[in-house]
């Protein structure tokens, strides 16, 4: 996006508070790929927000007050004008860029009058959830994700902060998907699957897969499943079909989604069972990621026999994985949940 590359060196001070109950503390603020990042003096990420999901509490008024989301309790302060101009006009740029109501109902209007050839076609359920995920932009999958992992916080606790622990994840995702890419993983206090994907490049992480574990090659292996799971079928699929033809076609009409359907949604997203892509597909993306698949397939059923695909076909049985995390960050990471 111009307003990024635009911005992309620009640094300022900033007072970071992660909840409502926690002291301010100095950071440093940076613009990265899609994201707000928010480091500690020593340079080391403490949050990245998402530029799209981004609120400002307090308009006109300075210092700027800022929100990662609606109703977040994290906030930024900030008083160089210079970075509130710029977060101000990337801002305004994402809200530009993302499909009016008006536009969406104007492509459905387009849709039925090119439909009188197949209109049954179209409305079949599987050609109406493609269509609306073609036209559903990454700013309102980053909203529908949010909103959704808001619901989820507030049946399984608020998301873990530890600010060491934090950074050592972020660290996790560097090593595991490389500095370039975009998405967080966050880590809740319980989660039945162990790890999912939601809309607009978040992943969810049980707090069990890293406390109980002694390896991070376990917590690295469920989330890189939760990637590969991604990989294969769009998030905004799993939404749209827990929500039903009716409020899909809302959102392809609308560009909304009932709050009642997207709360639904993040109750069965915490009470449901694993659900991870074939054992072939999660040697690849384990190799690719250069991480064993037998500490995750172990974690998975002790036994092995539930898992053996996937212990046989270990792409680093043999020989010796680069380190995941050094020994420090591990136990930083292990700490994630400890307030």
Request: hydrophobic fraction near 45%; charge should be negative.
């Amino acid at each position: 996006m111009t307003a990024l590359r635009e911005y992309e060196r620009l640094e300022s001070g900033g007072l970071w508070r992660a909840d409502a109950d926690a002291q301010r503390r100095d950071v440093v603020v940076s613009f990265g790929q899609a994201t707000l990042v928010i480091s500690d003096s020593a340079g080391r990420p403490l949050t990245h927000w998402s530029l799209p999901a981004i609120v400002r509490q307090n308009p006109t008024v300075t210092p700027a007050i800022f929100g990662p989301s609606d109703g977040d309790d994290e906030t930024l302060e900030l008083d160089d004008q210079a970075m509130i101009d710029a977060i101000e006009k990337v801002l305004a740029s994402l809200a530009k860029s993302r499909p009016k109501p008006g536009k969406l109902r104007h492509l459905l209007t387009v849709s039925v009058i090119a439909a009188t050839v197949g209109l049954a076609v179209f409305w079949l359920p599987g050609a109406l959830m493609r269509q609306t995920m073609s036209v559903v932009p990454m700013p309102k999958r980053t909203e529908i994700g949010a909103y959704i992992l808001g619901h989820i916080q507030g049946l399984t606790g608020p998301r873990c902060r530890n600010e060491a622990g934090v950074a050592a994840m972020d660290d996790l995702h560097i090593r595991l998907f490389g500095p370039e890419a975009d998405g967080q993983v966050i880590v809740l206090p319980q989660l039945a699957s162990g790890s999912v994907a939601l809309p607009g490049g978040l992943i969810l992480l049980d707090r069990r897969v890293i406390e109980n574990a002694e390896d991070p090659a376990i917590a690295a292996g469920y989330i890189v499943a939760a990637a590969e799971t991604r990989a294969r079928q769009d998030p905004m699929a799993a939404v749209l079909k827990a929500v039903g033809l009716r409020q899909t076609m809302g959102l392809l009409t609308t560009g909304e989604l009932p709050a009642a359907s997207l709360a639904d949604f993040a109750r069965d997203i915490t009470e449901a069972e694993a659900a991870f892509p074939s054992d072939k597909a999660l040697v690849a993306a384990f190799a690719a990621a250069k991480i064993p698949t037998g500490p995750f397939a172990y974690a998975r059923d002790a036994s092995g026999q539930l898992t053996r695909a996937l212990i046989a076909n270990d792409p680093f049985a043999e020989r010796d994985e680069p380190e995941i995390l050094s020994d420090a960050d591990w136990v930083r990471l292990q700490g994630i949940c400890i307030n």
